[in-house]
């Protein structure tokens, strides 16, 4: 298979009715959007399928000067693991340009497991990339929806089992795992409190990687004034916490 059908694969495999999520193609109208939970236990039995100990989905943030990932959820939810706090930090800087203009997989490896960089580097159409957290291995797909999102799905572990033949297969069902919860924002939509102006500025500034200081110091507020708005965007989003109200937002096409 050439480099560039990996999106044509994966749309035949949903057209085939072969996707997690049941009959479903990228250019459905009628698919139903799922739940944060639904799409999790989905993502874990995709990590089940190939042995991965961990593993997160990721918006990437709209903002072309600081771009970075924004958790939707990992294998730690409701909480947040610690290997997406670096994923999300400045070691994701590599893989959001290069998610931007490719679906090519990347993979890594740094936990001393030599069966893990063996197993990575046999792989056609996938290349290697810095660690995104320090002291594992692992494999990162981009993903692209609707409205020209685009993420990652990562999985994590030292046992990860991808045969050659499973890779495109398991890519397309990222790709269905991506795009239904990117369509989450008609059914969270009618059921959401009001957001005002300041707290989208302040979700916006924070999808961009500012901190509370930054954005107290850009709209001229303060630090707890910053912070109180960051509070109530989350609750009024329904989310476990800031990073999880921006990757909400994102969905929900409430900032860009």
């Known amino acids: 298979m050439k480099h560039a059908d990996i999106k044509d694969a994966a749309e035949a495999l949903f057209n085939e009715q072969r996707s997690p999520f049941g009959a479903f193609s990228l250019s459905s109208e009628t698919h139903h959007a799922v739940t944060i939970p639904d799409a999790v236990r989905r993502c874990r039995w995709i990590s089940v399928d190939i042995n991965a100990s961990a593993f997160g989905l990721y918006f990437v943030s709209p903002s072309p000067e600081r771009a970075r990932l924004v958790p939707c959820f990992d294998s730690d939810y409701p909480g947040i693991a610690v290997a997406t706090k670096f994923i999300s930090g400045a070691n994701g800087e590599e893989i959001v340009r290069h ?58 572990g030292s046992e990860i089992a991808l045969p050659q033949d499973a890779l495109y297969e398991i890519h397309a069902r990222c790709f269905s795992l991506f795009a239904a919860v990117a369509r989450i924002r008609p059914s969270d939509a009618g059921r959401m409190r009001a957001i005002s102006k300041r707290e989208l500025e302040c979700l916006k500034l924070t999808a961009n990687g500012n901190t509370s200081e930054e954005i107290a110091r850009l709209l001229k507020l303060s630090v707890h004034t910053a912070n109180q708005y960051l509070t109530q965007s989350t609750q009024k989003l329904n989310a476990v916490n800031r990073n999880q109200a921006v990757a909400k937002a994102l969905r929900l096409g409430l900032i860009e």
Do not use: K, Y
């Open 99 to 156: 998610t931007h203009n490719s679906t090519e997989p990347r993979w890594w490896t740094d936990d001393g497991v030599a069966a893990m960089a063996e197993m990575f580097g046999n792989l056609a159409w996938t290349a290697q990339i810095s660690p995104l957290a320090p002291g594992t291995s692992g494999i990162a797909f981009p993903v692209h929806a609707d409205r020209g999102q685009c993420g990652l799905v990562v999985f994590l």
